[in-house]
């Protein structure tokens, strides 16, 4: 986990009970400033998994350059590129 998944975690928990405990206290800004913070911490969560997959797939594309690979992989990675 990344520290945009964390935080946006942190955030939601955090929105929920704000909501929560202004609905049992019949506050509706402190349901709306938990409902706001609970959207503000799933999109810095979501934002958190697109980094990491990119992160993700950036660590499996780093391949062998064509200097320090063998015969073979030089063909399989040129067979790779070709394929697209």
Do not use: F, P, Y
Request: aromatic letters at 2%; glycine letters at 12%.
């Amino acid at each position: 986990m990344n520290k945009d998944q964390v935080q946006g975690k942190l955030k939601d928990v955090a929105g929920r009970v704000e909501r929560q405990a202004g609905e049992w206290a019949g506050d509706a800004e402190a349901q709306a400033r938990g409902t706001m913070k609970q959207a503000e911490g799933k999109v810095q969560s979501a934002w958190g998994d697109i980094k990491d997959a990119g992160k993700k797939a950036a660590d499996r594309s780093g391949e062998k350059s064509d200097d320090s690979a063998t015969d073979t992989e030089k063909e399989e990675i040129h067979e790779r590129r070709q394929a697209g």
